[in-house]
Nanobody
Framework: VQLVESGGGLVQAGGSLRLSCVAS????????MGWYRQAPGKERELVAI??????NYADSVKVRFTISRDNAKNAVYLQMNSLKPEDTAVYYC???????????????WGQGTQVTVSS
């Protein structure tokens, strides 16, 4: 299974970016998909997740970020508005996948996409 992210970049404070992540491979179904981020010198942290229609956000991004999902495309998106310099980080896509003909649920990560917000 591969997760490919896109949409990162450099933006001024107050601007917007939209991240995309598409999963491909031996996928039977995807339970939870989400976004995490890691800033330099900090641990990776949850940004937003979506599972069976429910969503959960980090307090720091509530109202500003919106996670959405396209199950037909095995894709998840993160619309980021009103970006702040403290949102600067590498953003990682995560998916909890049920594989075809293989029991269990497996955790996969994308390679990460850099988001830089200038002040």
């Amino acid at each position: 299974v591969q997760l490919v992210e896109s949409g990162g970049g450099l933006v001024q404070a107050g601007g917007s970016l939209r991240l995309s992540c598409v999963a491909s491979g031996n996928i039977f179904s995807i339970k939870q998909m989400g976004w995490y981020r890691q800033a330099p010198g900090k641990e990776r942290e949850l940004v937003a997740i979506t599972n069976d229609g429910s969503t959960n956000y980090a307090d720091s991004v509530k109202v500003r970020f919106t996670i959405s999902r396209d199950n037909a495309k095995n894709a998840v998106y993160l619309q980021m508005n009103s970006l702040k310099p403290e949102d600067t980080a590498v953003y990682y896509c995560n998916a909890q996948v049920v594989l075809t003909l293989i029991p269990g649920r497996y955790d996969y990560w994308g390679q990460g996409t850099q988001v830089t917000v200038s002040s």
